[in-house]
DNA sequence: GTCCATGTTCTTTA
DNA sequence: CTAAAGAACATGGA
């Protein structure tokens, strides 16, 4: 469920419900969802305050009255929501913290490849930079030390934060740039045409509540609408949008890539 | 049974 | 040595 503009609408969604509110209990806790493993949340978390909630990248930051942080990753399939103290448990409900007012919120995923991370008062992060408000000229110089195709730099947390398979894919078309392009053979005026796609995409996903192929829903339990305008993501063999091709999907950094041969031309061919 | 899935990290290969 | 490709993780749906 997870990319830039997921993460962001949990986050956005999540605030008002949980912001000022003292975590009063955890109330179930699978232990192996938790990084680093010897940190004890139960103790850490009982009796503090949540005093803001950020978005990293996609993390989901928690600041707590004492000035420590911890955040939850998404994963693959994770969802983080609010709900009643007597609503079901869903399957695959690892984490539950009573906020108080008869509400909880519950950390819920199947493929654990999310978690829950506890930072304390450390603020090292090496992740890449926000895509949001990036600088086209600091893209620029990021993508010019790799050779690595264009969608596969994409998705490098560490080049820059918070762009997923969906995304990139939508970038690239919105773009023209063919996802096999060498990153660094982008020249500066099509890495700023990319730089401001990704923003004009990201921004309008945010707008749409996100995308909801699967089982992504924000924090009151809501699904978005922006796959209904995807481009190209999941569209194999549907024509393209804009100039009736077919669009193709070809395996890149082990993902599926989706874009249109007519719009995004590789540099050097046709 | 098969393949695929919004992610990340570790291992292997070149 | 480094960079990049591949495998692994766990679960469920088509």
Not at 43 to 57: F, K, V, W
Not at 113 to 129: E, K
Not at 140 to 164: C, E, M, N, V, Y
Request: with cysteine; proline share 6%; net charge positive.
């Amino acid at each position: 469920m997870p990319e830039l503009p997921e993460v962001q609408t949990v986050v956005d969604t999540l605030a008002p419900l949980v912001v000022g509110r003292r975590i009063d209990a955890v109330l179930h806790l699978r232990d192996d969802i938790v990084c680093p493993p010897d940190a004890d949340l139960r103790t850490l978390l009982t009796g503090r305050s949540i005093s803001g909630i950020s978005r990293r990248g996609k993390r989901i930051v928690f600041h707590c009255d004492t000035g420590d942080r911890w955040f939850v990753h998404l994963g693959m399939t994770g969802r983080l929501t609010v709900q009643p103290a007597n609503a079901s448990l869903l399957l695959h409900t690892h984490l539950i913290l009573d906020v108080g007012e008869n509400l909880q919120l519950r950390f819920v995923d199947p493929r654990r490849f999310g978690g829950v991370f506890w930072l304390g008062s450390d603020a090292a992060d090496v992740m890449g930079p926000e895509p949001l408000t990036l600088r086209p000229a600091l893209l620029f110089r990021r993508l010019q030390q790799t050779r690595r195709p264009i969608k596969s730099a994409l998705l490098d947390q560490h080049l820059i934060a918070g762009i997923g398979n969906i995304y990139a894919d939508e970038a690239l078309f919105a773009a023209k740039i063919h996802p096999l392009a060498p990153a660094n053979r982008l020249d500066p005026k099509t890495v700023a045409k990319l730089s401001a796609a990704i923003k004009r995409v990201l921004r309008k996903a945010i707008r749409h509540g996100g995308s909801s192929v699967s089982d992504y829903v924000d924090a009151a339990g809501r699904r978005g609408t922006f796959q209904l305008l995807h481009r190209v993501y999941d569209r194999a063999n549907e024509p393209c949008r804009l100039c009736r091709a077919s669009i193709i999907r070809i395996v890149v950094a082990g993902r599926s890539t989706h874009f249109c041969p007519r719009c995004q031309k590789l540099p050097g061919i046709g």
